[in-house]
């Protein structure tokens, strides 16, 4: 089973609420990931999670706020976002520590759209 | 730091026919992955390919095959015998030994034309 889900699919949220988009594995893998994707562009990284501890964060504004409650459960906290958050959100995991990099497996995303 | 260069934006191709897909790296590791996504408008990133940098042989997965040219940096996915459902954005990606943080090349739009 390679299945990542995101939860929701969609979201409009106004610029003053706060909301949370949701990523489950259960691929026993120790590594995920919350990339932000405009449209026609490639996925950006934002933050990595390996072993449930941050272990990376590019320098992402603080209104995004991550947090992995277990090794199967991946969080992104919204709050007071910008109209030019708008994007397609995708999370990931892999196995963090194989040899010469390891495959990402990508849920299906979450559209956010703010107003 | 590690760049990925796809400089097709787009791609056209018959069905039934092979289409190749360009991709070059650079990076100063000696340890590396390198991956093949294919996005379909739905959005959702399906893993498509995997080669390592220390793989003797080309990595193939079923139509897909991976012409990894370590010298020249160049990691092309071979789609082969094409079909209207291969139409998609595909992106070349690549990370590093014991590091997660894997970076993308700006995509090639592939369109199979019927």
């Known amino acids: 089973d390679t299945e990542v889900t995101q939860t929701p699919k969609h979201l409009v949220m106004g610029m003053t609420n706060k909301k949370s988009l949701k990523c489950e594995q259960h691929m026993g893998h120790r590594a995920m990931y919350w990339y932000k994707q405009k449209a026609k562009k490639p996925p950006e990284l934002m933050f990595v999670y390996s072993y449930e501890k941050l272990s990376i964060n590019e320098s992402v504004p603080s209104r995004f706020s991550p947090e992995c409650p277990n090794s199967s459960l991946l969080n992104l906290h919204l709050h007071a976002l910008q109209p030019e958050d708008s994007a397609l959100y995708l999370c990931?995991?892999?196995?963090?520590?194989?040899?010469?990099?390891?495959?990402?497996?990508f849920g299906p995303g979450t559209r956010l759209t703010v107003t | 730091a590690q760049k990925i260069t796809q400089t097709q934006p787009g791609m056209f191709v018959q069905e039934k026919e092979a289409v190749t897909l360009d991709c070059t790296y650079d990076?100063?590791?000696?340890?590396?992955?390198l991956f093949w996504y294919k996005q379909p408008s739905s959005g959702e990133m399906i893993f498509l390919i995997y080669?390592?940098?220390?793989?003797?042989q080309n990595a193939t997965e079923g139509r897909y095959s991976l012409n990894f040219q370590k010298a020249r940096k160049s990691a092309n996915l071979v789609i082969s015998a094409s079909q209207l459902g291969d139409s998609a954005m595909y992106f070349c990606?690549?990370?590093?030994?014991?590091?997660?943080?894997?970076?993308f090349g700006a995509g090639t739009r592939l369109t199979v034309k019927p």
């Open positions: 080669q390592g940098s220390y793989d003797q």
């Open positions: 990606a690549m990370n590093r030994y014991n590091n997660n943080d894997m970076r």
């Open positions: 990931a995991s892999s196995q963090p520590d194989r040899d010469q990099g390891s495959e990402q497996y």
């Open positions: 990076t100063s590791d000696p340890s590396y992955g």
